[in-house]
């Protein structure tokens, strides 16, 4: 399938023909390739399509039809095939070529990949549905290199044969086949057992690829192979080598140059910057500058790299923090290549003896970027380095569970089963997964595959409730601990900020001891603060912690036969009577007592405690049954931990079930007191001094469905986070590195100062940390790269009804003239979801008639499989909300216009945005101006961000919002742009116009 934005991994079989007939290698199938106008099978248009007859793997006949879609033809389209929009003007109406396709194919198997993306409801829409089973090659990727993270067709191309698509229809199909070549090749190369049993479960599925695989199907039904999984980088196969690099997974912990290269030896202890041994052929001491320069060793190894000026001052920096114990602060602007700048002195100074660099970041794509990019070049600069990305305990998978589950799969209990996919199915998808990975981190499945197996993956992996620790008999089998051992012995260790904080407030860290920590794209520190060091009591969770006890297969229910003395049977009885009182209390403080005082309104699902609520008589009555609520869960907390010790002595010491229930039970008391402590601190006098210490709020989030007990919440959060954040993270460091594009907002210290106490660093300074403030400009010149035009005539956003409708349409006749004067190549920043909604259903229509295609942000797809397809469509436009305001990184022609429909401000209702305002103002601080206009600010400083990611990169920004210009505070966001960008005002009738003039001159 080719479309105007290339694949979106498929999502299954579903729907699709197939299952009951086996395709054979050797028989006669055909190989389909339809290139549309777009992504959406109910709107894009055939443009070209053809068919393959294949015989034992080789082609016999073709049939190829050039197709006259009735609407334009996307240029980029034009530009990456070579063909002209005439050529497809002489072509066939659509059902007139795909019945001529469907003739052609008769009711042999097609293949196709994606094809439930786009061939066949595409097919089907025409009323050209295949004769044959319509199959999805997307699937015997999965089996056979499952190692990849994306299977799109422009992916395996590039990974397995170093190709790229062709956007022609004949020329696809036949990339198609020899990358089904590859993967019969691949295959071979996974060990015979692991081949026999994933073609036994694809026997059991009555899969259509049972017959597509070389090998004989195991006797032994569903094994656990736990003896085959690869727990040594060097037992991957040469396959997985081949493509490792490109396929960006793989080993968790990596030796960056081989074994017997010579490391690094110390080097001179000195001010400014220390000498390092350099690893490779030449050795030599060369120093960090000269290493980062036009004509040192990163420039040899990577023929893009540039001598920037301020990537040099920031490594000197750096360097010199680390060394002499200091906590520094850079802001450094796109482009400056900030990653390598923390790196370079951080290796150093770990090889010195200073124990390991840990690395915090907030995005996935920059851990992967670090990983899989910039680690590998310095090892390859610097010699032998190990360094490892540690994530928490729910990303990777438990071979115990999986091995229970491999058991009642060859029971005939089809258990577990969350997914689109028959349980053999999915074994024999994970299967293939297990044999090839080495860090057993559930991320590297295919991200189309994790949607198709559901719910099963989270089952499947490692929960604290469930780790059996040295009692289980897979712990020498163990991806949780092999993680946390290759992490303590490596020099530098990236996880995200969640798990370094979740670790700064553990009795139980997973991360070795370290002194040195670099914290990247820090501007998010307070945000994933509040969230890891607030209290939550979840209704649904509790009801599930309650099942867990003392439900039928609960910890409660197997003790019931252990030979208890008259004490232990009282206890026993004491805690199901808890545990039955519990349950109804809670759905009755929730549901009866807190949602008729807090009940979100028709849109909203978060509402706040304010201090004024919780002093009306009302609340007293919630307070009083909350409070009475936790007294019962620390009274069952206690029960269950006094049960479970005198259990562990009952029990007998070899059963793993046993061990199993008591570890649950262990778990179970921690989250009784947990919920407890959430409901106390919730329900707090606010008579008490340190009522005001936290923010409170309610979530009730509508589902779909209709659970019992329903989605209903309570939340509380510190009002500041920088107090923890200096006494369990900062208090234990020796130096710390603190950087991002946008931590400056016009004001005091040169700017940082809302910064530095939103994440502690005041609390840190006052203590005697030393503290150092570095910003450097972006080197990109903004004044040649970039025109932002900012529109003076618009009216001001409206808040609501049929005004904020009216509005939305006239933004929309904006956002069209602009995005047909750039050409699409549009990303659109919005606030709302509601915004997008209603901005999407104006210009759809509109746009594909242009032959533009226009995508949204919602909530039923993943943000990173729609950035992947507004990278590849160059002529899409994308209508986004706060995710995409920063993060996004989309260099070259596939971006050239951000358009900002408003300032970004956060929603005033936002429970922890308005209390900490709140906070502010009664502190005489003023909340508007210290805190909640920084922080629009800081977003906005990141969706000007979005647009040049080179030194090539050009476009246009434009403002529709007119507080940018009328306001007061607007010139707070001018003076925040980057050095060298201008405003030009315009009026909405000559924007078109000008935007046009930008891309023609």
């Given at each position: 399938m080719h479309d105007g934005s290339m694949s979106f991994q498929g999502l299954g079989a579903a729907g699709l023909k197939g299952g009951g007939s086996v395709l054979q290698w050797e028989e006669d199938f055909f190989v389909l390739e339809i290139v549309a106008t777009g992504p959406d099978p109910d709107t894009a248009m055939p443009l070209e399509a053809a068919a393959l007859r294949v015989s034992s793997g080789s082609e016999r006949d073709s049939l190829s039809v050039l197709i006259n879609p009735g609407v334009k033809v996307p240029d980029h389209l034009l530009e990456m095939n070579g063909r002209s929009a005439h050529e497809y003007a002489q072509g066939f109406p659509p059902p007139e070529a795909l019945e001529r396709l469907r003739a052609f194919m008769g009711d042999r198997p097609v293949l196709a990949h994606g094809a439930e993306e786009m061939e066949g409801p595409l097919l089907e829409r025409f009323g050209r549905p295949p004769g044959g089973d319509l199959?999805?090659?997307?699937?015997?990727?999965?089996?056979?290199?499952?190692?990849?993270?994306?299977?799109?067709?422009?992916?395996?191309?590039?990974?397995?044969?170093?190709?790229?698509?062709?956007?022609?229809?004949?020329?696809?199909?036949?990339?198609?086949?020899?990358?089904?070549?590859?993967?019969?090749?691949?295959?071979?190369?996974?060990?015979?057992?692991?081949?026999?049993?994933?073609?036994?479960?694809?026997?059991?599925?009555?899969?259509?690829?049972?017959?597509?695989?070389?090998?004989?199907?195991?006797?032994?039904?569903?094994?656990d192979l736990t003896e085959s999984v690869a727990w040594d980088t060097a037992t991957s196969s040469r396959s997985e080598a081949r493509v490792r690099e490109s396929s960006a997974t793989g080993t968790r912990r990596r030796r960056g140059a081989d074994a017997g290269e010579p490391g690094c030896a110390s080097g001179e202890r000195r001010r400014g910057h220390a000498a390092f041994q350099a690893g490779g052929t030449t050795g030599g001491t060369v120093s960090v500058p000269e290493l980062l320069s036009a004509r040192g060793r990163l420039a040899a190894l990577r023929p893009d790299h540039e001598s920037r000026p301020q990537q040099v001052e920031m490594a000197t920096a750096v360097e010199s923090a680390l060394e002499e114990g200091a906590f520094l602060v850079v802001e450094a602007g796109t482009g400056v290549g900030k990653s390598l700048a923390y790196l370079l002195p951080g290796v150093l100074r770990a090889r010195r003896g200073g124990g390991p660099l840990v690395v915090s970041t907030y995005t996935r794509s920059l851990q992967d970027q670090l990983f899989h990019r910039d680690l590998p070049l310095l090892a390859r600069a610097m010699g032998a380095m190990d360094y490892a990305l540690l994530k928490g305990r729910g990303n990777y998978l438990c071979m115990r569970k999986w091995a229970e589950w491999c058991a009642a799969l060859s029971r005939g209990e089809a258990v577990l089963r969350f997914g689109d996919l028959v349980p053999a199915l999915s074994y024999a998808f994970l299967a293939s997964w297990l044999l090839r990975t080495s860090s057993g981190d559930l991320e590297e499945i295919s991200l189309g595959l994790r949607r198709r197996l559901g719910e099963l993956v989270r089952e499947l992996a490692s929960a604290p409730e469930d780790c059996l620790r040295p009692r289980c008999r897979l712990a020498s089998r163990c991806f949780v601990e092999r993680a946390r051992a290759l992490a303590a012995a490596s020099e530098v260790v990236v996880v995200n900020h969640a798990l370094l904080l979740t670790q700064a407030s553990s009795s139980n860290p997973v991360l070795p001891d370290f002194r040195y920590l670099v914290v990247d794209e820090a501007h998010h520190l307070e945000d994933v603060a509040t969230e890891a060091f607030s209290l939550t009591f979840d209704l649904a969770d509790n009801a599930r912690l309650l099942e867990d006890l003392a439900g039928g297969r609960g910890a409660l229910s197997r003790w019931k036969g252990l030979a208890w003395d008259a004490h232990g049977r009282g206890m026993l009885a004491e805690a199901y009577e808890a545990a039955e009182k519990a349950g109804p209390q809670a759905e009755e403080l929730c549901l009866g007592a807190i949602h008729p005082l807090l009940a979100a309104g028709e849109r909203e699902e978060r509402r706040r405690l304010d201090e004024e609520t919780a002093r009306r008589p009302a609340w007293e009555e919630a307070r009083g049954k909350g409070l009475a609520l936790s007294v019962l869960l620390r009274r069952l907390a206690r029960l269950t931990a006094e049960l479970t010790e005198r259990a562990a002595s009952l029990e007998n010491k070899?059963?793993?079930?046993?061990?199993?229930?008591?570890?649950?039970?262990?778990?179970?008391?921690?989250?009784?007191?947990?919920?407890?402590?959430?409901?106390?601190?919730?329900?707090?006098?606010?008579?008490?001094?340190?009522?005001?210490?936290?923010?409170?709020?309610?979530?009730?989030?509508?589902?779909?469905?209709?659970?019992?007990?329903?989605?209903?919440?309570?939340?509380?959060?510190?009002?500041?986070v920088g107090g923890e954040l200096a006494s369990l993270l900062f208090a234990g460091l020796e130096a710390c590195v603190l950087t991002s594009a946008t931590l400056r907002v016009p004001g005091a210290?040169?700017?940082?100062?809302?910064?530095?106490?939103?994440?502690?660093?005041?609390?840190?300074?006052?203590s005697g940390a030393e503290l150092r403030l570095l910003a450097l400009d972006s080197p990109f010149d903004y004044s040649r790269q970039v025109r932002l035009f900012a529109v003076n005539d618009l009216p001001e956003p409206a808040a609501g009804g049929k005004a904020f409708r009216d509005y939305m349409r006239g933004v929309a006749e904006v956002v069209e003239e602009v995005v047909t004067a750039s050409g699409g190549k549009a990303l659109v920043l919005l606030t709302s979801h509601q915004q997008v909604e209603l901005l999407h259903r104006e210009l759809r229509p509109r746009l594909e008639e242009r032959g533009l295609c226009c995508l949204r942000q919602d909530r039923g797809t993943p943000n990173s499989l729609l950035l992947e397809r507004f990278r590849d469509d160059r002529d899409s436009v994308l209508l986004a909300t706060e995710a995409f305001w920063e993060g996004v990184d989309v260099p070259g022609a596939s971006l050239s216009a951000v358009i900002m429909v408003k300032l970004p401000f956060r929603h005033p209702g936002e429970p922890v945005v308005a209390g900490r305002v709140e906070h502010y103002d009664r502190s005489g601080i003023g909340g508007w101006n210290f805190y909640y206009l920084p922080l629009a600010v800081t977003l906005f400083r990141q969706g000007v961000g979005r647009l040049v990611r080179r030194s090539t990169d050009r476009g246009v920004i434009v403002v529709l919002d007119p507080r940018f210009l009328t306001r007061s505070y607007g010139g707070l966001f001018r003076r925040a742009l980057p050095k060298g960008m201008r405003v030009e005002r315009i009026s909405r009738h000559r924007l078109g116009c000008a935007v046009r003039e930008c891309f023609s001159s």
């Open positions: 199959l999805d090659t997307l699937e015997p990727a999965w089996l056979a290199v499952p190692y990849l993270r994306d299977h799109s067709l422009p992916s395996l191309a590039a990974s397995l044969l170093a190709e790229t698509p062709s956007w022609k229809a004949l020329e696809d199909a036949r990339l198609l086949l020899r990358i089904l070549h590859r993967l019969r090749d691949a295959w071979e190369e996974m060990p015979r057992r692991a081949r026999g049993a994933v073609l036994s479960a694809l026997e059991e599925a009555r899969s259509p690829w049972r017959g597509f695989f070389a090998g004989e199907a195991a006797r032994a039904p569903f094994p070899d059963d793993e079930e046993a061990a199993r229930h008591l570890r649950r039970a262990e778990v179970l008391c921690e989250r009784l007191n947990e919920a407890a402590e959430a409901l106390e601190v919730f329900m707090r006098d606010p008579g008490e001094e340190d009522f005001r210490r936290h923010l409170r709020w309610v979530e009730s989030p509508r589902a779909r469905a209709r659970p019992s007990p329903p989605p209903f919440r309570l939340r509380s959060a510190p009002v500041e210290r040169d700017g940082f100062s809302f910064f530095l106490r939103r994440s502690g660093l005041e609390r840190a300074e006052e």
